[in-house]
């Protein structure tokens, strides 16, 4: 797996790290989504310095001019619901791309701390031969992802395979490096050391839905 850890090099990126993750300023809920949807945007322009390109000419008033544009087949894909302001962030950048949406949460059968990754909902266009694009703003035990991409792979092989994270732990790249393809490339913007004892990020930012979306049952 190729690892883009774009969060090393300092740049206005740390800004909106810094109030997702900030107790007080992420309790507006509305600037935790924008800020959310702005890491997308970022992630997505560096993701775009990659993809494939080949020269158009456009017309202006005044004469033509040769520029390259992409000619990836980009299929967009959030699990539900966390991934929503990032999946906008995505399409503020890659407006012309098709959109898939897949649910993944963790059900704790016995209410303990261990869980299972329960996948139920899956609407997407073709994906076969295309440039797939995963997004998840937290990567934690990277259960949710392995689980999502087996789901995923049932219905097609993309050419690509890129994935989105915000924030993601060492453990949860460790562990989707060995589920994933090896040509997969992480696009990630902040990395953390550890996980609690209940699996989430240390220090993290929180439950990502529920900062966006408000509290589940």
């Not at 797996?1 to 300092?10: D, L, W």
């Not at 619901?81 to 897949?102: M, S, T, V």
């Not at 035990?141 to 989105?164: D, N, R, W």
Request: proline share 4%; with cysteine.
């Amino acid at each position: 797996m190729k690892i883009h850890y774009i969060g090393e090099s300092s740049s206005v990126l740390n800004t909106f790290i810094a109030e997702i993750r900030d107790k007080k300023i992420q309790k507006d809920a509305l600037r935790f989504r924008r800020n959310i949807e702005r890491i997308g945007e970022i992630l997505s322009y560096e993701l775009s310095k990659s993809l494939s390109y080949s020269d158009v000419y456009v017309e202006t008033p005044l004469g033509k001019k040769k520029i390259q544009l992409s000619d990836n087949n980009l299929v967009l894909c959030s699990i539900l619901r966390a991934g929503l302001p990032l999946h906008q962030g995505l399409l503020n950048y890659f407006d012309k791309a098709e959109n898939a949406f897949i649910s993944a949460y963790r059900h704790h059968p016995k209410n303990n701390h261990n869980f299972e990754i329960v996948v139920e909902y899956f609407a997407a266009p073709e994906i076969e031969n295309k440039t797939l694009i995963l997004a998840d703003p937290m990567l934690a035990t990277g259960q949710s992802l392995v689980a999502v991409y087996e789901a995923i792979k049932k219905y097609g092989t993309p050419k690509e395979l890129h994935i989105f994270v915000v924030i993601g732990s060492k453990d949860g790249i460790d562990f989707i490096e060995k589920h994933f393809p090896e040509n997969t490339h992480l696009w990630i913007a902040a990395i953390d050391d550890t996980l609690n004892d209940k699996g989430y990020i240390v220090p993290g930012l929180g439950d990502a839905g529920d900062l966006a979306f408000g509290q589940k049952l």
